[in-house]
């Protein structure tokens, strides 16, 4: 006779179903950009205004500040996991209404328990650019 049990056949199965879902619902941590990746020209976004990025696999929030200032974050919403609408102030996300400051990508109202994650960029002759 075998030393598994029709018992621990099932429970382990049902364990190994559950890390399996936790791990296809992480989306596998949080993406990088590669430095000096190019997002957008400064000059195609008007001062306040947002533009989503969308590159291999990355969506990208990129927000102008002022004449020479971005920020940038993820467009991936904190809650579940749609991309938000970077043309509205605060940005929008269409799946559940979770809103958040596009300027410091912090959520202001909604079910998304985090920001936005920001990345990391810099502005180089008038081209925001990862870093």
């Known amino acids: 006779m075998s030393g ?3 018992r621990n056949f099932v429970v382990g199965t049902a364990s190994l179903a559950a890390v399996g879902a936790v791990a296809a619902c992480s989306g596998g941590g949080p993406k990088e950009l590669a430095p000096g990746t190019e997002l957008v020209a400064l000059d195609a976004i008007g001062e306040g205004g947002s533009q989503l990025v969308e590159m291999d696999d990355f969506e990208v929030v990129v927000t102008r500040i002022s004449a020479d200032e971005a920020r ?12 938000v609408v970077a043309d509205t102030a605060p940005l929008m996300c269409p799946c559940h209404g979770s809103t958040f400051d596009p300027e410091t990508g912090q959520n202001l109202s909604g079910p998304a328990p985090k920001p936005l994650p920001e990345i990391a960029i810099e502005v180089v002759d008038g081209i925001v650019r990862a870093v």
């Open 72 to 83: 940038a974050f993820s467009a991936i919403c904190t809650h579940q996991g749609c991309t």
């Open 4 to 6: 598994i049990t029709r």
